[in-house]
Each structure stands twice: as C-alpha cells, then as structure tokens.
C-alpha cells in the first residue's frame, strides 16, 4: 500500500480553507496565552535556526511577503538595509486595514512556538500580531497586541497551539488601526528577523497519515457492456484479482493481473485488471493479495445520474446577481450578488451586466471562458438532448424546457448585456482585485475591461451556436441570438485583433490571448452553421490557410469551428479542398490523441508536458475532440478511448480520489472556491483543476516539489493551480458525461 500525507486525499485532510482578508473581527479560540517580552534588538547576526518563516531577514528583498488593505494603505513591501519596509499612509477603520502577511505556515497541534520579530516605526504605535487559520473566520491561533517605537527592538512570542493541526496557516502583522482612538499620521514602520520556531514537538498531534488505495477504479462505476479495467500499483503484485459482490462478499470473478509495466508519468509500476466479463448489475470491489482492497464501485445501466445532475447543477450554484435559495442552492444560498450597476474602466459610463455566472473560485465573469462554458453545454444538448432532463432541481425545473438549456440562456442573457451598441464585447467585468474567501454579495463595486476581439469572436460564435439551439425552443430569442453574432461578426470585419491588455489597477483574471484567427474561424464556422451564408464560407477559407491550433481550450479554439463544420448541414458550402484539409488535420489530431491514451498507464491522452494547470479539463477537452471524431469517421475507437477519459476523471487515476466534488468514494475537501471556504464544506458537483507539474502556487511549491507529474495535486483551498475549480472545466465534462448517460 503506498502511503500519502493527508493533503493528498481528500477525506482525511485537516487543512486551511481562505486566503487573507477578515472581514469580521472572529472569536478568540481556546490557545494559551502568549508570553511576550521585548529587548533592544541586537547587533550581531541572530542565532541561525530553522524558521518556518521564510525570508525573514529581507536583505536582498520582501519575496514571499505581501499587503492587503482594507480601508488602509501603505507603499508595497521593500527592502531596505536589509530591513523590511513599510511607508503607511492610512491606518483605515479597522485593525488589518494595512496587513502585512505570509502564508503557508505549519502549526501543529500541541506544539509550542516561539516567534521572534525586530520592528520601529517613525511613530511610536501599537500593532495586531497574529498567527491565524489563512480562511473562514480567520480564526487567530495567537493575537497580540505589541507597543513599537522609534527604536529598533526584538519581541519574542511564545504560544501553545490548541487548536486542531492547520498545517498551512498565516503569519499577520495588523498594522491599520491601533483602535485605542490615537490618530496616526503619515509613518514608516520596519521590520526585520523574523523567525518562528517549534521549539517543543512532544505533544504535536500531526494530521492522519493515511493510506490511499494501491487498487485505482472509477468509483461510480461501469455500464454492463463496457470494458472495464482497474489500475494497480507495486511492485510484485499477486498475479491474480478478485472481483467481489460489496454486499455478500461472494467473489463472482477471479482473474489475472496483465504484465507489469512503468508508468513514468505516475512515478509507478502498473499492472491492469480486465474484469469485462463481469455484466450484472450491483456493487462490488476489486481484492489483491498484494494490493490490498479498491473502493466499491456499481455495474449498472445509469450509474452516473446522480454525479450528472450534480454537475450540471453546479452552474446553478454559480450564478451571479440573483438570490439563490435554501429549497434550490442548501447550504449555498446567498442573497444576490453584485446587482450595482457596473463601470466601464476609465471611462466613468455605467452598464448594467448583472447575472451570469461566477467564473470559478473566485466571483469574476469574463467572456472568452463564460462564451467556453455555455457552447459546451450547448453542443451537448445539441448531441445528446436525451440526457438532459427538466426537473434538475432549479428554479425553471419542470416549464417544459430542459433546464441545461435554461441554465445556458441565464449565461446567454448576461453576455448579451457585455456587447456595446457597435458590436464589440467587453473582455470582462470583475473588482479590482481577488477578494478573499468572502460570501460574493460582500464583494465591492466591479469594473467593465475594455473590448477584445477574441470576446467578440467568442460571443459571435456562440450566439450563433445558441440561435441554432434555441430555435425549436423560443424563436424570438433564438433570433435575438443570431442577431447580436452577425453584429459582433461586423464589429470583426472592421477591426483587426484586438489583444486584452492587462490593466494595473484591476488584477484579475485577465484571459489574455496573442491572437484571434482560432476565435473568428469558430465564429464562423458557427455563424455559416447557422445561416447557411456563404460569406461565412469565405471567411473560414481564408482563416483556413493560417495556423489554427486544434483544442477545446479557452484560448485556443479551433477544434470547435473544425468540429461544427465537420457536423454541419451546411458543409457544402465550404469548399472541397478546404473541407478535406480541415478533416484530415482534426482525425490526425485524434489519432495523435487516441495512441496516447493506448499508451498511457491510466487510458488518457496525455504525454510528457500535458500534466498543465486544469489538466483536468484537458482530460475532458480530449475526450470530447475524440467522441467528435467518432461521429466524424464512425469509428468506434475514439468513443472508446473518450470513455477511458470519464473513468479517469471519477478516480482511475494515480492519486485515486474522484476529481469532482462530492462524488464517489473519495473527493476534494478543501477546493479553492471561495463559497466552499467561507461555508467549509465543498459545493458538490465541481471539477478540480487536476494534477499541474509546473508547481505554480505557494502551498504545491512547499508541498509537491519532486512528485511525478500526475501526483502534483494537492487538496487544499491553497493550492489554485491545482484545487481551484471553474465552469468552463465543468462543461466539457458535462458534454463528456451526456455521452454516456
């Protein structure tokens, strides 16, 4: 059995759940009480121990420290003399309206630390030190208020934490305001010597170590006739497996385990168990001498209903600038949101774009990756409208309409709001700046970003796919749709790319993109679909000639102009050459992409380089590029490797968890996903980014360093790059899932 540290498996990790801001000052919880003594600070360098603080010394610069304001502000953190510094010009309302603050910091329950800090100000103040759960509450694990002067001075903190273990907490210097009524003018405030130290580990109670299954299944299961494999991993495995019922312990098959073979990308020696024979309907595990047990799994006819409605409701949960209520939303009810009217960036006009839904973990809306997210759900409809149902439990259930397409419309009606009155759309509208695990009615006023022509693109493309759509359904919206993608495809015609520049006063998600001939080929791609026109034809022979990257990816959307023309009724329009050359490059692609599944360890299309932030949604993106080929050639081949895909997504894979919340045996706990963080329990129905090998986040950086590539995945609301989640990870799973319904 291979042993893991808790953050890799969901179900056993006691971790933080927020990021920075407090937004309300939280009980004090049951910790000893700090010690706190001052000394002139010494001249000599200070005893070197190992911190758990890093960069505590600033004598080149203030990397891994950083600001948060609320109400206050000072200067950015710099280095000076080695010294850390902090020019505060407004100390705010509230303590932490000027925080200065580290993450990522252990603190083990039942040790006692010691934390150590050398600090003047220009004005002689008080300040709020903490240590605190990085989320939720922000729960203070020691709070202290400490006197500073203009003499350098060395204070020392000694505390026992008493709370249960937060392996990845916060240390916080609050220096807004001093809440004792004194008026502080314009100071400078510095730093230096920062060292926090467990100097007593006998009583440390550490997070479970656990152990994660060496048997990897899907955990929701497999349709009687489908092929079905178990991944195992060691090495000497028993050569034989056992299929076993759950529920009488009888075994109903016995097999034996397939050659064993490196799996580089995994770190592991693989062997696979084929228990295909194995048709009748129930629940059952997998048993290996060796190996041990694999979670239990079902054999039925609709063994997904349960993960599919969850989601496919997930986008419900996501909505924006409406209340969601308990009888609809549970535990994520939530007044509406962001219902003020939004302002154009620099510009001072006013728009209203309420709705939509919120992008991800955080409560941002941007076009390019709402625009993925509601074609998604679209083409999957389109395909497969036998899946869909109208009774998801939302609040347009059971009007006769399939509630995916009234999902998608809630989407289709705020990009709507996004286009200007010339046929441009705005790139997106957000705050100025992540807000921290709040509540999203509790986030400030948002700003429009300037139109891009990849937006507009996008928007074109599927207003045009949604005017197909909607047609049998409610024509006069229908055609509202169609009418707004000609006039954004004319906003196009008369305007070259227009690339997103990131704003310095708005720093979100900025969705940014080189070029946009893979947005204007899906426009019209979408736009001749629909219409029949043959200046959309044209258009997409021009656009042919260029380099169009084949991928389902927000910024990269050829696959979906090749995929719906290759479908379309109106192909013919295209011509011959150009539609040969269009078909060839997309079936080379799933070629390319059905021989890596063959050859992968776990059955996905991945290689070298492929495990990138959001692998998962490549999984699905894959997988739908293959169930497109299929009906492109019938070849039965690509919707067999897509289906491997689904069986990797739902816990077949190396870290042996379901990657979509609340779903199967084992799932992400801790998702970074602010709702989530704030309510401290997952939104159910949510795929994860998925393992990233680039390590991009503080928490994978500290964590995961020297982890093949398919275990860098860590389940921590941290962890962004690998834990967040978003809607447009969500679609392509949705039309991955519809598939198979």
Same mark, same amino acid.
């Given at each position: 059995?291979?042993?893991?540290?808790?953050?890799? %498996?969901?179900?056993?990790?006691?971790?933080?759940?927020?990021?920075?801001?407090?937004?309300?000052?939280?009980?004090?919880?049951?910790?000893?009480?700090?010690?706190?003594?001052?000394?002139?600070?010494?001249?000599?360098?200070?005893?070197?121990? =190992?911190?758990?603080?890093?960069?505590?010394?600033?004598?080149?610069?203030?990397?891994?420290?950083?600001? &948060?304001?609320?109400?206050?502000?000072?200067?950015?953190?710099?280095?000076?003399?080695?010294?850390?510094?902090?020019?505060?010009?407004?100390?705010?309302?509230?303590? +932490?309206?000027?925080?200065?603050?580290?993450?990522?910091?252990?603190?083990?329950?039942?040790?006692?630390?010691?934390?150590?800090?050398?600090?003047?100000?220009?004005?002689?103040?008080?300040?709020? &030190?903490?240590?605190?759960?990085? #989320?939720?509450?922000?729960?203070?694990?020691?709070?202290?208020?400490?006197?500073?002067?203009?003499?350098?001075?060395?204070? =020392?903190?000694?505390?026992?934490?008493?709370?249960?273990?937060?392996?990845?907490?916060?240390?916080?210097?609050?220096?807004?305001?001093?809440?004792? #009524?004194?008026?502080?003018?314009?100071?400078?405030?510095?730093?230096?010597?920062?060292?926090?130290?467990?100097?007593?580990?006998?009583?440390?109670?550490?997070?479970?170590?656990?152990?994660?299954?060496?048997?990897?299944?899907?955990?929701?299961?497999?349709?009687?006739?489908?092929?079905?494999?178990?991944?195992?991993?060691?090495?000497?495995?028993?050569?034989?497996?056992?299929?076993?019922?759950?529920?009488?312990?009888?075994?109903?098959?016995?097999?034996?385990?397939?050659?064993?073979?490196?799996?580089?990308?995994?770190?592991?020696?693989?062997?696979?168990?084929? &228990?295909?024979?194995?048709?009748?309907?129930?629940?059952?595990?997998?048993?290996?001498?060796?190996?041990?047990?694999?979670?239990?799994?079902?054999?039925?006819?609709?063994?997904?209903?349960?993960?599919?409605?969850?989601?496919?409701?997930?986008?419900? %949960?996501? /909505?924006?600038?409406?209340?969601?209520?308990?009888?609809?939303?549970?535990? &994520?009810?939530?007044?509406?949101?962001?219902?003020?009217?939004?302002?154009?960036?620099?510009?001072?006009?006013?728009?209203?774009?309420?709705?939509? $839904?919120?992008?991800?973990?955080?409560?941002?809306?941007?076009?390019?990756?709402?625009?993925?997210?509601?074609?998604?759900?679209?083409?999957?409809?389109?395909?497969?409208?036998?899946?869909?149902?109208?009774?998801?439990?939302?609040?347009?259930?059971?009007?006769?309409?399939?509630?995916?397409?009234?999902?998608?419309?809630?989407?289709?009606?705020?990009? %709507?709001?996004?286009?200007?009155?010339?046929?441009?759309?705005? @790139?997106?509208? =957000?705050?100025?700046?992540?807000?921290?695990?709040?509540?999203?009615?509790?986030? #400030?006023?948002?700003?429009?970003?300037?139109?891009?022509?990849?937006?507009? !693109?996008?928007?074109?493309?599927?207003? !045009?796919?949604?005017?197909?759509?909607?047609?049998?359904?409610?024509?006069?919206?229908?055609?509202?749709?169609?009418?707004?993608?000609?006039?954004?495809?004319?906003?196009?015609?008369?305007?070259?790319?227009?690339?997103?520049?990131?704003?310095?006063?708005?720093?979100?998600?900025?969705?940014?993109?080189?070029?946009?001939?893979?947005?204007?080929?899906?426009? !019209?791609?979408? %736009?001749?679909?629909?219409?029949?026109?043959?200046?959309?034809?044209? !258009?997409?022979?021009?656009?042919?000639?260029?380099?169009?990257?084949?991928?389902?990816?927000?910024?990269?959307?050829?696959?979906?102009?090749?995929?719906?023309?290759?479908?379309?009724?109106?192909?013919?329009?295209?011509?011959?050459?150009?539609?040969?050359?269009?078909?060839?490059?997309?079936?080379?692609?799933?070629?390319?992409?059905?021989?890596?599944?063959?050859?992968?360890?776990?059955?996905?299309?991945?290689?070298?380089?492929? +495990?990138? $932030? #959001?692998?998962?949604?490549?999984?699905?993106?894959?997988?739908?590029?293959?169930?497109?080929?299929?009906?492109?050639?019938?070849?039965?081949?690509?919707?067999?490797?897509?289906?491997? @895909?689904?069986?990797?997504?739902?816990? /077949?894979?190396?870290?042996?968890?379901?990657?979509?919340?609340?779903?199967?045996?084992?799932?992400?706990?801790?998702?970074?996903?602010?709702?989530?963080?704030?309510?401290?329990?997952?939104?159910?129905?949510?795929?994860?980014?998925?393992?990233?090998?680039?390590?991009?986040?503080?928490?994978?950086?500290?964590?995961? /360093?020297?982890?093949?590539?398919?275990?860098?995945?860590?389940?921590?609301?941290?962890?962004?790059?690998?834990?967040?989640?978003?809607?447009?990870?969500?679609?392509?799973?949705?039309?991955?899932?519809?598939?198979?319904?």
């Amino acid at each position: 059995m291979k042993k893991i540290t808790a953050f890799f %498996l969901a179900v056993a990790i006691i971790a933080m759940t927020g990021c920075s801001k407090l937004p309300t000052e939280p009980d004090t919880p049951d910790v000893t009480e700090p010690a706190v003594t001052e000394t002139t600070a010494p001249t000599t360098e200070p005893e070197k121990e =190992t911190p758990l603080v890093q960069n505590g010394t600033f004598d080149v610069n203030t990397f891994k420290w950083g600001t &948060f304001f609320s109400g206050g502000f000072s200067s950015a953190p710099a280095s000076e003399n080695g010294e850390l510094h902090l020019g505060i010009t407004n100390t705010g309302t509230v303590e +932490y309206g000027v925080q200065l603050y580290q993450d990522i910091i252990p603190i083990y329950e039942g040790g006692v630390y010691r934390c150590t800090f050398d600090m003047r100000s220009t004005e002689p103040r008080r300040f709020q &030190f903490r240590i605190q759960k990085n #989320g939720g509450e922000y729960t203070p694990y020691v709070e202290e208020w400490v006197e500073i002067d203009t003499e350098m001075k060395t204070h =020392t903190v000694e505390f026992t934490m008493k709370e249960p273990t937060d392996e990845y907490s916060r240390i916080v210097f609050n220096l807004g305001n001093t809440l004792d #009524g004194k008026e502080l003018p314009i100071h400078h405030v510095y730093i230096d010597n920062v060292v926090l130290t467990l100097i007593d580990d006998s009583n440390v109670k550490k997070a479970e170590e656990i152990v994660a299954p060496d048997i990897n299944i899907d955990q929701i299961g497999f349709k009687p006739d489908e092929k079905k494999i178990a991944v195992l991993r060691g090495e000497n495995l028993a050569d034989k497996f056992s299929v076993v019922n759950a529920e009488n312990g009888e075994v109903v098959f016995t097999g034996e385990l397939s050659q064993s073979f490196e799996n580089a990308m995994a770190g592991e020696t693989n062997r696979l168990a084929d &228990f295909s024979s194995v048709t009748k309907a129930g629940k059952y595990y997998i048993e290996n001498e060796t190996a041990g047990k694999s979670y239990t799994f079902e054999i039925g006819d609709n063994i997904y209903g349960d993960a599919f409605d969850k989601v496919v409701k997930m986008f419900y %949960l996501q /909505r924006c600038g409406e209340e969601l209520t308990e009888n609809y939303a549970g535990d &994520f009810a939530h007044t509406a949101c962001h219902t003020d009217i939004a302002t154009v960036y620099e510009t001072g006009e006013k728009v209203d774009v309420s709705g939509g $839904w919120h992008d991800a973990g955080d409560y941002g809306k941007y076009t390019v990756a709402g625009s993925k997210a509601a074609v998604d759900l679209l083409l999957a409809y389109q395909k497969n409208p036998e899946a869909f149902s109208d009774n998801a439990g939302i609040p347009e259930s059971n009007n006769g309409i399939p509630d995916v397409l009234d999902e998608t419309r809630y989407q289709l009606e705020w990009l %709507l709001k996004m286009q200007t009155s010339d046929g441009g759309v705005y @790139h997106k509208v =957000t705050v100025k700046e992540f807000s921290q695990a709040i509540m999203p009615q509790d986030e #400030g006023e948002v700003f429009l970003s300037p139109v891009s022509s990849t937006a507009t !693109a996008d928007f074109a493309a599927v207003m !045009a796919v949604a005017y197909k759509t909607y047609l049998p359904v409610d024509k006069a919206f229908a055609e509202k749709c169609l009418a707004a993608s000609k006039k954004a495809w004319g906003y196009l015609e008369q305007h070259d790319i227009l690339v997103y520049k990131s704003i310095s006063e708005i720093t979100t998600g900025a969705y940014g993109d080189s070029k946009d001939i893979d947005e204007r080929y899906f426009a !019209a791609a979408a %736009l001749l679909d629909a219409t029949g026109e043959q200046k959309y034809a044209d !258009a997409i022979a021009k656009l042919a000639e260029k380099n169009i990257q084949l991928s389902f990816g927000w910024q990269q959307m050829g696959a979906y102009g090749s995929a719906i023309l290759l479908t379309s009724d109106n192909a013919d329009k295209i011509d011959k050459n150009v539609y040969a050359n269009i078909k060839k490059a997309f079936i080379e692609e799933a070629d390319r992409l059905r021989d890596l599944a063959n050859s992968d360890g776990y059955m996905i299309s991945f290689g070298e380089n492929d +495990y990138i $932030w #959001g692998s998962n949604m490549c999984v699905a993106n894959n997988a739908m590029f293959l169930i497109y080929t299929a009906e492109i050639t019938g070849n039965d081949s690509y919707l067999s490797a897509a289906r491997e @895909h689904l069986h990797y997504i739902f816990g /077949r894979n190396p870290m042996g968890i379901s990657y979509v919340t609340e779903t199967g045996s084992a799932s992400p706990q801790n998702p970074h996903h602010r709702p989530s963080q704030v309510i401290g329990k997952p939104m159910p129905g949510m795929l994860v980014g998925g393992p990233d090998d680039d390590i991009e986040d503080d928490f994978v950086k500290l964590t995961l /360093r020297g982890q093949p590539s398919a275990k860098c995945y860590a389940d921590n609301a941290e962890s962004y790059s690998t834990n967040e989640i978003t809607i447009y990870w969500n679609s392509p799973l949705v039309f991955l899932m519809s598939e198979f319904m």
